[in-house]
């Protein structure tokens, strides 16, 4: 599913294909939420994680010197 979110690091509007149902999204966005995104959405990376909640790309991230821990 096509994910449209803005980067609370840039400002910027990125979209990016993420293997997640409508239900995930719903419960997601659920204020009443008790669960992790972890357990919302186990199958998801951790970058499609981040991207979910804060819009942040790795790409972004790579900028102000953030490696992921995998590349390290």
Do not use: N
């Not at 990016?16 to 357990?39: G, N």
């Amino acid at each position: 599913m096509k994910i449209t979110r803005q980067s609370k690091l840039t400002g910027v509007t990125h979209t990016k294909d993420i293997p997640v149902t409508k239900e995930q999204l719903h419960e997601l966005s659920s204020s009443y939420r008790t669960r992790l995104i972890q357990a919302i959405c186990p199958d998801l990376s951790p970058s499609d994680r981040e991207f979910l909640m804060t819009g942040i790309t790795d790409e972004e991230w790579e900028s102000i010197g953030w490696a992921d821990e995998e590349d390290a």
